[in-house]
């Protein structure tokens, strides 16, 4: 079975701290706690702009789409 994820990285983490975050079509990791917080922070909204619609066979401008509106949500 296919399953479309988007995949979130954190690339300024200087703690050493591990940073994994799964949602139903979200990985996220790495990152300092800040990057972190902000990218569950905009991948929760990301959810809520989907509706529990899943990612598989969507059209990769309207994942984009969703994904820009989260973001401008969590600014």
């Known amino acids: 079975m296919k399953k479309t994820s988007i995949f979130g990285v954190g690339l300024d983490n200087t703690d050493g701290h591990t940073r994994v975050t799964r949602t139903k079509n979200v990985v996220l990791q790495g990152g300092s706690e800040e990057t972190h917080e902000k990218m569950q922070e905009?991948?929760?909204?990301?959810?809520?702009?989907?509706?529990?619609?899943?990612?598989?066979?969507?059209?990769?401008?309207?994942?984009?789409?969703?994904?820009?509106?989260?973001?401008?949500?969590?600014?």
């Open 42 to 75: 905009i991948s929760i909204h990301f959810e809520e702009e989907l509706k529990g619609k899943p990612l598989t066979g969507m059209d990769p401008k309207e994942i984009t789409d969703r994904l820009k509106e989260a973001a401008h949500k969590s600014s």
